[in-house]
Structure formats: structure tokens, C-alpha cells
């Protein structure tokens, strides 16, 4: 989050944190930033505003006159909100509402929104929330983001700690897709486990099983020595593509 | 002679010693008509030298073909699996005879890893329709070496014509020999330790350890980054079939990598896990490890648990 928020201030945005009124002290914005001066003094100047959770989230039309009304003074806006800040207050549905809504504002505006799940409380709704992002997802050490032709770039580190969340996108991302070819960008992932590559594998099988083919693109040569050792190139419909 | 136990019928590893150049050629004459005949492909590989002498002696044949020691035996453990993957590709009824002489190692601890390799061979290829001959000539090879063959190899010659070796011993047994010359640990002290008491503790210590292995050794990212999924697969597989915690030594060299991965659990790990190709779902771990780094060896210790050494450079 510091990154992002960082990367926001280099490029002079206007930065909304949403956060819950409850949040500790110390996983707060502020704390995040403690040791980044220039971020202090955005957050005095108004650059960084941290908007109570019960104001930002319920309105999506107060959400996009805040918005509208920061793009007259910086050239673009960042957004994100804990998405645990709305579970109490807010059915689902709604929430799935907001978030396609969002994701309208950030394609049709130059607008970034980083909206925070924790993963293991939102295991089971990661596959509706992945496919609502229409710019991927980020978690700690693995990074997915939606390809111009049907598929998926997964990036960073694939291990036993985040491989339910992907077999969760993977579902989601494949399910709407029609057959006959889905493909998956490796070039960006430098770890994986065994137990990771059966996740690709059980991942993509239902549409696999419904005729689609799926294919390894652009592996980074130990992803890749993993892949021909656990013999990905014999599962039906996988086709692991020669790099270059 | 006995077969091996669990081998394929048409599986044998045997000896041919000459001292003549003659001798050679003969034996290899026979080897190779046998296994053009039982309708097999046919393998004879050396150094460029050798390979040319044997082509003048035996000409080109369909089936047949020569192989150069520089790409087929550069380590011995990728050579042991890459013989594994082309068996295990294999249509099941074709037969797959290899013949030459395996290479001398550059060193004490290097031709230790070719004594295993020749071991290891009657537990990984077993399965497979595979007929082997092994030439040595005993006038240029060290007596420690043809010590280590003939302790390593079930006959002299290969095929029906062959007869038992009462020298032999099994590849477990040969492991707890001397001529296996199992390295020992690095005595200094380690680059990093890790201590890992479940399945979340894998990340962290992944990182821990890349980072040591960066930091103080000049072995290639690529080396760095397959030995680090190797020691996590090891890891993982001990906090499964083993017991936590699991504690995790490394010491990062200029030029090699020796991480130690310990269990708490009851220690009976067969030290020839991971040889054999694995089955549909059966684990596969140590299999995979295995081929990411140039040596793994499993022991168990007296006070329980098990303990796993990789290395790579």
C-alpha cells in the first residue's frame, strides 16, 4: 500500500484513503507513512485525504463528486478503501454494485483504485471480487492482471501461502471466457511450488474440461524446469508455449 | 544371477573390464548386435576419440546411434534423470541399450558422485526395459574406481549372456559404504538458519534464505532460485511426512550452495526416495528436488528424525 500510495504523491495525485473510525493506530495511513516526510505533508495539505469509512463507501455519488472535484486541481486520482470497512454496515450485493461501478469510474477517468481484502476472510468471495477488478489483483507476493486477449498475467511468488486465492481467480477468470483459448502470462512469476503448479493445473480444468486450451506463456527458466518436471505438457488442453 | 527386486525383466546393469582395445571393441560388438536384434534402440557413447573408433568397428545401423560424453554425461545426476525421462517416454515394449564408459570426475569428491550415479542407477531405471553395459578399461582407470564399479554393478556383460557379479551391492547398501564417499557438512560456521514450526513459516524462510544466498555466494540466479524451490519442496515434505519444526541450515560458498533440512518426525525415510519416477499421485517432492539441485542425500539420524542435504554450485 505504501508503494502505491508513494508511487501516487511521484506522479501528483490526489490520494482518498478510506478507513475505518476503529482502526488501530498503528495499521492506519498514517502510521504506514510515518517515516516518508513528504507524505506527512500532503496529508496536512489536504494531497492525502483519509475519508471515515461511513461517508466514502455508502455514497457512490458523493464518491464521484469527490473525485470530480480533485481531477480539477491534479492531473489524476488513486482511491482505496479496506473493503472489511463495508462488511458490517453493507450486503454483499451491494458491495459487487459499488466495485463494477468503480471499476466504470477507472476506465473512463484517469482515476487508480486499490481496494484491500484480507485473504483469508474473503476466500470465498475472491472469484466474484478478481473478476470485478478489471485491473487484477495484488496480494502480498503474487499479482494478477488480465490480458488484452482472454488470459491472465500472474506475477511474483506462487506458494502455499496465496495458491487458494489464484484457484479461486483462475475459476472466475475462465468461467466467462468463451473457448476455445485462454492464456496465462508467466513472464512476471519467479517462484513456484509444486503445489503451486497443480493450482494452474486444477485451476483451468473446467474449462478445459469444456474444450478450452490453455497456454503457458513466457516462463522464467526455473518456473519453467518446474513446469517439464511435473510433466504440465501431458495434461489435456495444456499447451506450454517455447519461449522466445 | 537374481533380479533386482521390483525390476522390469528386461532391466540389467553389467560390467564389461578390458585391458585391451581389442577386448573393447569385441564387447561392445556383441552388446550392440544383441540389442539391434531384440528390436531395441541402441546407444554407444564415449569421448569424440572413442566414438570414432567404435563407428569404424561398427558402422551405422538403423536404431543405432552415437552419443558424445561432453552433452550426455556433464553431471551425474542430470544424466541419471535425463535417462529416466527418455525411458519413461518410451513406447513400454521398446527396449532402450546403452553402452560406453562413464566418465571419470575431476576430483576426489566429484568421482564420488560418479560412484553413486553408477549405483543409483539400479534404483532409478529399474522399472524400464533397460540394458546397460558398462566398460572400463583397467589400464587407465584408478583402482579406487573399478574398487567402486565392481561393487556397483549386478553382472559382468548385460543381456541373457550375462553372469552375476558376487562383488555387488545394492544401491541402499552402497550408499553406507565408504566408496560412496558422501560429502560431509561445511564445518564453518552457517550463513542462515531457519526454524519452520508450520506450512506459513515456508514463505518467510524462503526469503530469508534467498537473501543469504545472494548475499554471500557468486552461483548464478537461475542455480539460486531451483535450489531454493528444491530446499522448500524438501522443507514442506518434512513438515508432512516427518513432524515439525523443521530447521533449515544453509551455508552459501563463493561456488556452492549446502543447505541441511531437518525433521522432528520418526526418521524413516528411505534414503533412495525420490529415484524412482514417481506414480500418478504419488508425492513427488523429492523427486523434483532431486533434479533441481546437483546432489541430495538423506540420512536419519540416530535421535530421530531426518535429515536432508542438498547442494548445488
Avoid at chain 1, 500500500?1 to 490520494?15: H, N, P, Q, T
Avoid at chain 2, 584408478?142 to 559382468?156: C, K
Wanted: with cysteine; proline share 7%; net charge negative.
Amino acid at each position: 500500500m505504501a508503494a502505491w500510495v508513494r508511487r501516487g504523491l511521484d506522479v501528483g495525485a490526489k490520494i482518498f484513503y478510506v478507513e475505518r473510525e476503529d482502526v488501530s493506530l498503528a495499521r492506519s495511513l498514517a502510521a504506514l507513512l510515518l517515516d516518508q516526510p513528504d507524505a506527512v505533508d500532503a496529508m496536512a495539505s489536504g494531497q492525502i485525504e483519509v475519508v471515515p469509512a461511513d461517508q466514502g463507501v455508502h455514497d457512490l455519488a458523493w464518491q464521484e463528486r469527490a473525485i470530480e472535484e480533485a481531477l480539477h486541481r491534479y492531473p489524476s486520482v488513486r482511491w482505496s478503501a479496506d473493503a472489511t470497512a463495508t462488511w458490517g454496515v453493507m450486503p454483499q450485493g451491494r458491495q459487487a454494485e459499488i466495485e463494477r461501478a468503480t471499476d466504470e469510474v477507472c476506465r473512463s477517468r484517469p482515476v487508480s483504485v486499490m481496494c484491500q481484502y484480507p485473504a483469508r476472510e474473503s476466500l470465498d468471495r475472491i472469484g466474484s471480487v478478481s473478476t470485478a477488478h478489471g485491473a487484477g489483483m495484488r496480494e502480498e507476493l503474487l499479482q494478477t492482471a488480465p490480458l488484452e486477449e482472454a488470459g491472465l498475467a500472474v506475477s511474483g511468488e506462487l506458494d502455499i501461502s496465496n495458491r487458494d486465492i489464484l484457484r479461486s481467480v483462475l475459476l472466475a477468470a475462465t468461467t466467462g471466457t468463451p473457448c476455445p483459448l485462454f492464456v496465462l502470462d508467466l513472464s512476471g512469476l519467479y517462484f513456484v511450488d509444486i503445489g503451486g503448479i497443480r493450482t494452474l493445473v486444477g485451476g483451468t480444468e473446467p474449462y478445459r474440461r469444456r474444450g478450452g486450451q490453455v497456454r503457458l506463456r513466457g516462463a522464467q527458466p526455473q518456473v519453467d524446469r518446474l513446469l517439464q518436471l511435473f510433466g504440465v505438457g501431458h495434461e489435456p488442453g495444456l499447451l506450454m508455449e517455447a519461449p522466445g | 544371477m537374481t533380479p533386482l527386486a521390483g525390476a522390469h525383466p528386461d532391466y540389467s546393469h553389467g560390467l564389461l573390464l578390458h585391458s585391451t582395445d581389442d577386448g573393447l571393441v569385441e564387447g561392445t560388438q556383441a552388446f550392440v548386435a544383441e540389442g539391434l536384434e531384440s528390436g531395441g534402440q541402441v546407444l554407444v557413447h564415449g569421448t569424440r576419440d572413442r566414438v570414432a573408433l567404435m563407428r569404424r568397428a561398427l558402422g551405422d545401423a538403423p536404431r543405432l546411434e552415437y552419443g558424445f560424453d561432453e552433452e550426455l554425461y556433464l553431471e551425474p545426476s542430470r544424466t541419471l534423470f535425463s535417462y529416466q525421462r527418455r525411458l519413461a517416454e518410451l513406447p513400454e515394449t521398446t527396449e532402450l541399450w546403452v553402452t560406453g564408459t562413464v566418465p571419470l570426475g575431476r576430483d576426489h569428491a566429484a568421482q564420488g558422485a560418479w560412484n553413486r550415479y553408477e549405483s543409483s542407477v539400479d534404483e532409478a531405471l529399474a522399472a524400464y526395459p533397460f540394458r546397460a553395459l558398462c566398460t572400463y578399461d583397467t589400464r587407465t582407470t584408478p583402482a579406487p574406481v573399478i574398487e567402486a564399479v565392481r561393487a556397483t554393478h549386478a553382472s559382468f556383460g548385460a543381456g541373457p549372456t550375462s553372469r552375476p557379479n558376487g562383488e555387488y551391492v545394492d544401491p541402499a547398501a552402497f550408499l553406507a559404504s565408504p566408496l560412496a564417499r558422501v560429502p560431509t557438512l561445511p564445518t564453518w560456521r552457517p550463513s542462515a538458519t531457519a526454524t519452520i514450526d508450520d506450512l506459513n513459516d515456508l514463505t518467510p524462510a524462503r526469503h530469508l534464505l534467498l537473501a543469504a544466498a545472494r548475499d554471500a555466494s557468486a552461483v548464478s540466479s537461475d542455480t539460486v532460485e531451483q535450489f531454493l524451490m528444491a530446499v522448500h519442496e524438501v522443507a514442506a515434505n518434512g513438515l508432512v511426512h516427518g513432524a515439525p519444526p523443521v530447521s533449515v541450515t544453509l551455508w552459501a560458498d563463493v561456488a556452492l550452495l549446502t543447505c541441511r533440512v531437518e525433521d522432528c518426525g520418526p526418521g524413516d525415510l528411505d534414503p533412495l526416495t525420490g529415484l524412482r519416477h514417481p506414480g500418478e499421485r504419488q508425492p513427488m517432492g523429492l523427486w523434483v528436488a532431486r533434479q533441481l539441485v546437483d546432489d541430495l542425500f538423506i540420512t536419519n539420524g540416530p535421535s530421530g528424525g531426518c535429515s536432508i542435504v542438498l547442494t548445488a554450485m
